[in-house]
C-alpha cells in the first residue's frame, strides 16, 4: 500500500443543487484521503452525479458508464458509482444494467457515502437509496467553496410536495424539507469569510423555505434573505427554483427593498393554457401568473424574468400551445429554457398519450424562436445602461474579465486583473446574442 493520495473525478449533471451536492460529496471523501481530479483516467473513484429529469438526461449516465467502464482494465482499482437522481429512481437496476458499477446512493444518503466505498472496496453490496429521517447536511461537512470562485450556491431547502404531473423531483428527491436558518447562517457567513461576494439560495421550491429560526419559530424565504442582507461583505443574493404559489408578499416586497437581492426571477410556469395547466397539477392559471408578475414588477420595474417551458404535453391542442405563445408574449422573458415534453416512469402523465414527435419538434422550434427574440430584445436593452458586475474570471481577451450583471448576462469588460472577485460599476457599450460587451465607470 502507498501512501499517494486517492483520486476522486465527480462528474456532475442536471441542475444547481447536483453542482452545490457534488462539492459536499467531494468533502465527504476529504477525510478518507481523496482529493478530487478533473481526469476520470486517474481516479480511483468515479461518481457519476444524475439527472433524471427527461429520459435523454438519464440516458447519457449509461453511455458515459460505457465509457468510463473500459478503465477498469487499466486501474483495477478504480470503483465506479452513481449518485443524484437516476440513482435514486432505478435503485439496483443500474447495477443489473451495467454490471461495471459499484455503487449506487441516492441524494438523501450522501452522508453515508464513505462507508458505502468502504463497502464497495471490500466487494459488498453498496446501495443506498433511503430516504433517512436525519438531515444529511447535518453530517456532512460545511460548504468550503475555495475563495477562487466569489459566487456559490447554497441548499436552503430539497424536495417538492408539488406533484406537477409530468416531473420525477417529488420522487427523486423525496418530501419538502427545509435545514435550519442559523446552520446556513453560518455557512454564510463562512463563505463570505473565503471570498464569497454572491450566494445563490437553493431549493427545488426554495420559495416554500420554512426552516426553524435561530431564536425559535419558523422563517419564510424573505425572513432569511433579510438575515443574509445583514452579512458584511455579502454584496448579491439570488435564490431557485420558485413556484408561482409559493410567492409570499414579503418576499415580493423584498425585491422592492432588499438592496442586496438581484432584480433576477427564475420563475416557472409551463404553458399557457389553463386546460394544459390543470392537467399537469399546477394548480394555478395563466391569469394568476400573470398577476403575480405585475406585482413584482410593481415592487421591482427592471425585474428580468426567466422562465421554463413543456411544449406537447399530452392533450395539448394548436389552441393550447397558442395560448403559450400568448403568455409568452405578455410577460416579456429576458430568458427561458423550453423542453420538449418526455414521459417518465412512475409520473401520472406518463400514462396518457403524449402529442407526437414532429407537432412536439414544430412547437418548441417557434416557442424558442419567441423566446430567443425576446432574450436579445432585453440584451439590446441594456446598451447604454448602467449596472454592477461581479467578475468571476479572465475574459478571451488579454486585459479582460468577465463576470455577471445584477441580471445575470455575461459582461466582458477590459479591468484590471485586481478586480476579479469584485463588484464594480459599469456601463453596456454593446450586445451580443449571448453576452454584453461594457466599460468600467
Ligand atoms: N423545481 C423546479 C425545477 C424542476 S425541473 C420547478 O418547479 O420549476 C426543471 C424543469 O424541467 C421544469 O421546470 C420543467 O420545465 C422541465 N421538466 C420537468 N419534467 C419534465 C418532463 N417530464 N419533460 C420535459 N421537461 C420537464
Ligand atoms: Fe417538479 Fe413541479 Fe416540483 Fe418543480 S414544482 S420540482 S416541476 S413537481
Ligand atoms: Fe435533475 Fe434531480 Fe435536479 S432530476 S433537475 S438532478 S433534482
Redesign the pocket.
Known amino acids: 500500500m502507498t501512501d499517494r493520495p486517492k483520486k476522486l473525478h465527480v462528474k456532475t449533471y442536471g441542475c444547481q443543487m447536483n453542482v452545490y451536492d457534488s462539492e459536499r460529496m467531494a468533502e465527504a471523501m476529504g477525510p478518507q484521503g481523496y482529493v478530487t481530479t478533473d481526469r476520470p483516467e486517474e481516479a480511483d473513484l468515479i461518481l457519476l452525479n444524475t439527472c433524471h429529469i427527461r429520459e435523454k438526461a438519464a440516458e447519457k449516465v449509461y453511455s458515459e458508464l460505457g465509457r468510463l467502464k473500459t478503465l477498469k482494465a487499466d486501474n483495477p482499482d478504480l470503483r465506479i458509482g452513481v449518485a443524484g437522481c437516476v440513482a435514486q429512481a432505478e435503485g439496483a437496476e443500474i447495477m443489473a444494467r451495467q454490471p461495471a458499477v459499484d455503487l449506487v446512493v441516492g441524494p438523501q444518503a450522501y452522508h453515508r457515502l464513505p462507508d458505502l466505498v468502504a463497502r464497495a472496496r471490500a466487494g459488498e453490496q453498496a446501495l443506498d437509496t433511503d430516504m433517512p429521517e436525519e438531515d444529511k447536511f447535518e453530517h456532512l461537512p460545511q460548504a468550503r467553496t475555495p475563495a477562487a470562485r466569489p459566487t456559490a450556491f447554497l441548499t436552503v431547502q430539497e424536495g417538492?410536495d408539488?406533484?406537477?404531473a409530468f416531473?420525477v423531483?417529488?420522487y427523486t428527491r423525496g418530501a419538502e424539507v427545509s435545514r435550519p436558518a442559523k446552520r446556513l447562517l453560518s455557512e454564510a457567513r463562512a463563505l463570505v469569510d473565503r471570498g464569497v461576494k454572491e450566494i445563490t439560495l437553493l431549493g427545488?421550491?426554495v420559495n416554500a423555505y420554512h426552516g426553524d429560526g435561530p431564536e425559535g419559530g419558523t422563517w419564510s424565504l424573505a425572513d432569511l434573505i433579510w438575515a443574509l442582507d445583514g452579512i458584511d461583505g455579502l454584496e448579491r443574493i439570488r435564490f431557485t427554483?420558485s413556484?408561482p404559489n409559493d410567492f409570499t408578499d414579503d418576499l415580493i416586497a423584498a425585491h422592492g427593498t432588499c438592496a442586496k437581492l438581484m432584480p433576477y426571477l427564475h420563475l416557472p410556469v409551463q404553458a399557457g393554457s389553463d386546460r394544459i395547466l390543470k392537467a399537469m397539477n399546477r394548480k394555478h392559471t395563466a391569469a394568476q401568473y400573470i398577476e403575480l408578475i405585475n406585482r413584482l414588477r410593481a415592487a421591482r420595474p427592471d425585474l428580468l424574468l426567466s422562465g421554463d417551458f413543456i411544449v406537447g404535453f399530452p392533450g395539448e391542442t394548436d389552441a393550447d400551445f397558442e395560448d403559450t405563445l400568448r403568455l409568452v408574449e405578455q410577460v416579456g422573458y429576458g430568458q427561458a429554457y423550453s423542453f420538449k415534453y418526455s414521459a417518465r416512469p412512475g409520473t401520472p402523465a406518463a400514462e396518457k398519450q403524449g402529442v407526437s414527435d414532429a407537432v412536439a419538434s414544430e412547437r418548441l422550434q417557434r416557442l424558442q424562436a419567441l423566446l430567443t427574440r425576446q432574450q436579445q430584445a432585453a440584451q439590446q436593452a441594456m446598451v447604454g445602461r448602467e449596472t454592477s458586475v461581479l467578475f468571476e474570471k479572465a475574459g478571451r481577451l488579454p486585459g479582460q474579465l468577465v463576470g455577471k450583471s445584477e441580471y445575470l448576462q455575461a459582461v466582458h469588460v477590459e479591468a484590471p486583473d485586481s478586480l476579479r472577485g469584485q463588484v464594480a460599476h459599469v456601463r453596456v457599450t454593446e450586445a451580443k446574442a449571448n453576452s454584453l460587451a461594457a466599460v468600467l465607470i
Do not use: I, L
Open positions: 417538492c408539488k406533484f406537477c416531473c423531483v417529488p427545488q421550491n427554483t413556484h
